[in-house]
């Protein structure tokens, strides 16, 4: 099994886990949990009485690999177009991981930075300060989402995982990506051993399709971070296959027909030019009873 650190605070859970284990710091005692008219939920400070001037909300990371890196990323916006201009810092511990963003706009925007860990358990800290120009202007002129904390590069081969497949309008939630066999296909899909291995490129369990005949299958792969590269292997591939690679806002960003005349093993490769092509998910049509393993993404 992966054991990764990853992280993501949706704030969609407002019974069960509406903070996605953040706390409020001794400047977010205002902040509170919001709804928009599309039922997404974010967190912002409440109006009037908020004046950020410093820590906002702490986590404690647990799990780490020290010396490793890894990328934090969140959305975020003014509340209201004025001249409070929030300023967001972060902190590992005590030292400060980037220089300090400003928040100009009052469309969501996602904003990417890196840190790596010096030890197994860090505490992550947001700091907010406001730049000010009209005093008169409502303060704490902040929203925040999706708060993504994930290694900038890791595998997956799906060993030690236990064996389970998945039908049509099912998904298989692991901690590296959500697997979702799209309701138009046919037939199950999901994490499987073949009784024989391609070594290097498909060994032990692999992410199975189309499994136990060719039936037609529409996958989505959504990846738990934006990331640069992306390489796999596909074995066992005999009809040709396409896949797209999309952005975090759903656009297209590169479609390619994998041809099962190139050879029945293949690797199959993304490299963004710049991180605005960065990929958050990948999707997949096939009919062929063909198989996925040895993934290796990363934020360059």
Same mark, same amino acid.
């Not at 009485?49 to 990328?71: A, M, N, T, W």
């Not at 800290?125 to 902040?142: M, Q």
């Not at 037609?216 to 005999?238: C, M, V, Y």
């Given at each position: 099994?992966?054991?990764?650190?990853?992280?993501?605070?949706?704030?969609?859970?407002?019974?069960?886990?509406?903070?996605?284990?953040?706390?409020?710091?001794?400047?977010?005692?205002?902040?509170?949990?919001?709804?928009?008219?599309?039922?997404?939920?974010?967190?912002?400070?409440?109006?009037?009485?908020?004046?950020?001037?410093?820590?906002?909300?702490?986590?404690?990371?647990?799990?780490?690999?020290?010396?490793?890196?890894?990328?934090?990323?969140?959305?975020?916006?003014?509340?209201?177009?004025?001249?409070?201009?929030?300023?967001?810092?972060?902190?590992?511990?005590?030292?400060?991981?980037?220089?300090?963003?400003?928040?100009?706009?009052?469309?969501?925007?996602?904003?990417?930075?890196?840190?790596?860990?010096?030890?197994?358990?860090?505490?992550?800290?947001?700091?907010?300060?406001?730049?000010?120009?009209?005093?008169?202007?409502?303060?704490?002129?902040?929203?925040?989402?999706?708060?993504?904390?994930?290694?900038?590069?890791?595998?997956?081969?799906?060993?030690?995982?236990?064996?389970?497949?998945?039908?049509?309008?099912?998904? =298989?939630?692991?901690?590296?990506?959500?697997?979702?066999?799209?309701?138009?296909?046919?037939?199950?899909?999901?994490?499987?051993?073949?009784?024989?291995?391609?070594?290097?490129?498909?060994?032990?369990?692999?992410?199975?399709?189309?499994?136990?005949?060719?039936?037609?299958?529409? =996958?989505?792969?959504?990846?738990?971070?934006?990331?640069?590269?992306?390489?796999?292997?596909?074995?066992?591939?005999?009809?040709?296959?396409?896949?797209?690679?999309?952005?975090?806002?759903?656009?297209?960003?590169?479609?390619?027909?994998?041809?099962?005349?190139?050879?029945?093993?293949?690797?199959?490769?993304?490299?963004?030019?710049?991180?605005?092509?960065?990929?958050?998910?990948?999707?997949?049509?096939?009919?062929?009873?063909?198989?996925?393993?040895?993934?290796?993404?990363?934020?360059?």
């Amino acid at each position: 099994m992966n054991a990764d650190y990853f992280h993501l605070a949706t704030f969609e859970s407002p019974s069960t886990d509406p903070w996605g284990d953040w706390k409020a710091d001794s400047n977010g005692a205002t902040l509170g949990i919001y709804q928009e008219e599309d039922g997404n939920h974010f967190v912002a400070f409440a109006p009037a009485i908020s004046f950020p001037h410093g820590p906002v909300l702490f986590k404690e990371l647990q799990g780490l690999e020290p010396d490793r890196e890894y990328c934090l990323s969140l959305r975020t916006r003014q509340q209201w177009a004025n001249q409070a201009v929030p300023v967001l810092t972060w902190k590992l511990g005590d030292e400060q991981i980037a220089a300090p963003i400003e928040v100009t706009t009052s469309e969501w925007i996602t904003l990417h930075w890196r840190f790596k860990a010096s030890q197994a358990v860090e505490t992550l800290k947001l700091e907010v300060r406001e730049r000010i120009g009209d005093p008169s202007h409502a303060r704490g002129n902040l929203a925040i989402d999706d708060i993504r904390i994930y290694p900038s590069r890791f595998e997956e081969d799906f060993n030690d995982l236990p064996q389970q497949l998945i039908q049509p309008g099912g998904q =298989l939630a692991l901690k590296t990506m959500l697997v979702t066999l799209q309701p138009n296909s046919s037939g199950p899909a999901g994490i499987y051993r073949y009784n024989s291995d391609e070594p290097g490129m498909r060994e032990k369990q692999a992410l199975g399709l189309s499994i136990g005949k060719d039936m037609r299958q529409n =996958l989505s792969i959504d990846l738990p971070g934006e990331f640069t590269s992306i390489r796999f292997a596909w074995t066992w591939l005999q009809k040709d296959a396409t896949v797209q690679y999309l952005d975090q806002s759903g656009a297209t960003l590169d479609s390619r027909t994998i041809y099962a005349s190139a050879g029945r093993d293949q690797w199959v490769e993304y490299q963004a030019e710049n991180e605005s092509q960065a990929v958050s998910r990948i999707e997949l049509t096939y009919s062929d009873y063909s198989f996925l393993d040895f993934f290796t993404l990363q934020r360059l």
